[in-house]
């Protein structure tokens, strides 16, 4: 293959297809390369939380981030589904995360003043206000917080829709074509190889989640591995969730007409995708704690996807010292949440090379400065 583009997006899940989107939008010659169906890997396995809220002291440089993407999801949505016809499944119900301990009080003083130390809505619930937002919980809820501005969506839909959303703005989406490694010239990145050839552009962007690292000339950049994660997709006949509910022990994400999505294991299992009886097990027994009455419910269907991970488990953002060569990967958790916000700082740079918010902390740089640091030690 031999073609030319103005850019170019190795990576066909949701954040490479809303990269070529933007980039197409601003009337730029897109193809966009995957190595093998778009759409198919994490985006297609992802639970589809949209939630900026950090699940740690090290995710918060990501709030900032997180906050804006989550402010444009309903317009982005919408977006999407009117150029595909598409619908994404998207609900703006909010999430809450719920206690069974004595010392609840502790706890949600604790989060209350995490969340709202970084500007994010939240709201202390009794045992009683816990019960009357979602009666299917057990009796032994004690507590909880309630995030009010946090939704979900299928996440296999919308990467579905914003793929044939860029289609139909020009993007040429080429399945089962790898990018074997970056087509560099000098300092600058003039495209990409493939298995028969090359494609040339302007702007490369790498967006291959977790398997960026196995394109030829960025491993320094995009030192990117597999988290897996094991899901169970259960349909009830009895129970209804209107919230996603987060435990110590799972998530629960609602579909609609009685399908829960329950979730997830942390695994570092290399590129297997594998599920477990183990696995299985652990997210039962925690959608099991948090709804004793979803015991009578059908597995309608289990998988495992695998997250991008990074060392720092942030993601990696922006340009590098390669002219032309731009990179949005490592996303880990966060990709859903984090697609609108990505491919609008990846087009605001292609267009002008500045951008809106602050990115420098997830500079891919960060990694090829340490790994210059310990070979000189």
């Not at 954040?15 to 010659?29: K, T, W, Y």
Request: hydrophobic content about 40%; charged content about 25%; aromatic content about 6%.
């Amino acid at each position: 293959m031999s073609k030319t583009y103005d850019a170019v997006v190795a990576g066909g899940g949701l954040i490479g297809a809303s990269i070529a989107l933007e980039l197409a939008e601003q009337g730029l010659r897109v193809g966009l390369f995957d190595a093998k169906e778009p759409g198919n890997e994490a985006s297609w396995a992802g639970a589809g939380m949209v939630s900026p809220s950090p699940e740690g002291q090290g995710m918060i440089p990501l709030v900032p981030l997180s906050k804006a993407s989550a402010a444009m999801y309903p317009k982005f949505v919408a977006h999407v589904e009117g150029l595909s016809g598409m619908e994404a499944g998207y609900r703006q119900d909010g999430a809450m995360e719920v206690f069974f301990e004595e010392n609840v009080q502790e706890e949600v003083s604790t989060l209350m003043a995490v969340y709202h130390g970084v500007g994010l809505r939240a709201e202390a619930l009794s045992r009683e206000s816990v019960k009357e937002l979602e009666p299917a919980l057990t009796e032994r809820v004690r507590g909880g917080v309630l995030r009010p501005d946090e939704s979900s969506l299928d996440s296999r839909e919308l990467t579905r829709a914003t793929l044939k959303a860029a289609e139909r703005k020009g993007v040429e989406i080429h399945a089962n074509t790898a990018a074997k490694g970056i087509w560099k010239a000098g300092k600058r990145c003039k495209g990409l190889t493939l298995a028969d050839g090359k494609v040339e552009a302007k702007w490369t962007v790498v967006a291959a989640g977790c398997f960026s690292a196995e394109i030829g000339g960025v491993e320094a950049y995009a030192p990117v591995s597999p988290t897996k994660g094991q899901i169970v997709l259960l349909q009830s006949e009895t129970v209804n969730i209107e919230h996603v509910i987060w435990t110590e022990h799972a998530y629960l994400v609602p579909r609609g007409e009685g399908r829960i999505l329950a979730g997830s294991t942390m695994e570092r299992m290399g590129f297997d995708r594998t599920m477990t009886m183990a696995g299985v097990k652990k997210i039962i027994d925690g959608a099991l704690e948090a709804i004793p009455a979803l015991e009578t419910a059908k597995i309608e269907e289990m998988w495992a996807g695998l997250r991008p991970d990074s060392p720092d488990h942030l993601p990696i953002l922006g340009p590098v010292d390669i002219e032309g060569l731009l990179f949005a990967t490592g996303h880990f958790r966060s990709g859903i949440l984090l697609a609108p916000i990505t491919a609008q700082l990846i087009g605001e740079w292609v267009k002008n090379e500045r951008v809106s918010l602050d990115w420098e902390r997830f500079s891919p740089m960060r990694f090829l400065e340490a790994g210059k640091t310990q070979s000189a030690r």
